[in-house]
């Protein structure tokens, strides 16, 4: 059983569209985060999510939103698509510090 | 600003060649410093957590200390097998978000 789960793997879109990426974690954890993760391999918080709280990083542009529909759901829109937004993203889930990290979605703007 | 800095960028080793992986922080009332690998395509893996200076953890080949400013990552005789980015974090800010820094990209040649 994949523990923290993103979908589509892969996504390549056109400047200007919209488009979600769906995590799910199965493993009871009480906070979910989204990290971007750069040419340069850089990991940078996104966005925190518990059932009580939501932190956002103040550089996220405000065409990126988090949604919850649950415990164990945390979905990425993201609007208005610009190149530099090209990236891979990742979502991530811990209950204390340890974090478990899903595998990756690569966004690519055209 | 609460940093966490990584060097070497990159790192090549031949099979059997110890060496240490350095991570520097400039973190207020450190909360722990954490250790992951990454693969290509995937998401980070959790190594080790260090809560105090001179503690150590160790996982087979890799073993993890920490000082009052830095912590190091000792790879002994390595595999090519160990060849991955490793990356180290420190809490930061509310809500459990991690400061990641740029990885050490670690080959090790057959």
């Known amino acids: 059983d994949t523990a923290v789960s993103q979908t589509p793997k892969y996504l390549v879109t056109q400047m200007g569209n919209d488009k979600s990426i769906k995590c799910e974690q199965n493993l009871g954890h009480d906070t979910m985060y989204w990290y971007k993760q750069d040419s340069k391999k850089f990991l940078k918080i996104m966005f925190s999510y518990n059932n009580k709280e939501l932190i956002i990083n103040e550089t996220v542009p405000n065409r990126f939103s988090p949604k919850s529909p649950d415990k164990a759901h945390l979905n990425l829109h993201i609007n208005s698509l610009e190149l530099g937004d090209s990236a891979v993203y990742f979502c991530a889930s811990s209950q204390e510090w340890g974090y478990t990290f899903g595998s990756g979605t690569r966004l690519t703007v055209v | 600003e609460d940093q966490v800095t990584q060097s070497p960028e990159a790192l090549r080793l031949q099979e059997g060649e110890s060496s240490s992986l350095n991570c520097s922080y400039t973190v207020s009332g450190l909360r722990g410093l954490f250790w992951y690998r990454q693969d290509p395509g995937k998401g980070p893996e959790f190594l080790f957590t260090l809560y105090s200076a001179g503690e150590e953890k160790e996982k087979e080949r890799l073993k993890a200390t920490l000082t009052k400013k830095e912590s190091f990552l000792h790879i002994t005789a390595p595999k090519p097998e160990d060849s991955a980015t490793y990356l180290c974090?420190?809490?930061?800010?509310?809500?459990?978000?991690?400061?990641f820094g740029s990885g050490t990209q670690l080959t090790v040649l057959p």
């Open positions: 974090a420190a809490p930061s800010g509310s809500a459990r978000q991690l400061t």
